[in-house]
Nanobody, 125 residues
Framework: QEQLVESGGDLVQPGGSLRLSCAGFGFHLDFWAIGWFRQAPGKEREAVSCISGSDNGSDGRSKYADSVQGRFTISRDIAKNTVYLQMNGLKPEDTATYYC??????????????WGQGTQVTVSS
């Protein structure tokens, strides 16, 4: 059974860094586009970033929401079957539950087939 498992969420001070992980179980993440999304209490889910899979000619291409461009970096470790989201320069408004998702296309729309359970990121002093 296909499953995505996020980890790495924590409480961090403003300006700090975190690296979130999205591990795949039951399928090879390198063939899938992986997206990161977040949802803060009382707000709609929003896209953060995505990275293309290796089977559609655009392996490794990434996209970022304007709000995280230049601060967050998405990457893939094929050997570990894991996608990472490196988050630097964290701000209080980055506080949210972060989810990874898998589908065929890297898109900042949330129309993804598979979703993880989420990991909490809190940015506060």
């Amino acid at each position: 059974q296909e499953q995505l498992v996020e980890s790495g969420g924590d409480l961090v001070q403003p300006g700090g860094s975190l690296r979130l992980s999205c591990a795949g179980f039951g399928f090879h993440l390198d063939f899938w586009a992986i997206g990161w999304f977040r949802q803060a209490p009382g707000k709609e889910r929003e896209a953060v970033s995505c990275i293309s899979g290796s089977d559609n000619g655009s392996d490794g291409r990434s996209k970022y929401a304007d709000s995280v461009q230049g601060r967050f970096t998405i990457s893939r470790d094929i050997a570990k079957n894991t996608v990472y989201l490196q988050m630097n320069g964290l701000k209080p408004e980055d506080t949210a539950t972060y989810y990874c998702a898998a589908d065929w296309q890297c898109t900042l729309d949330d129309d993804y087939a598979y979703w993880g359970q989420g990991t909490q990121v809190t940015v506060s002093s």
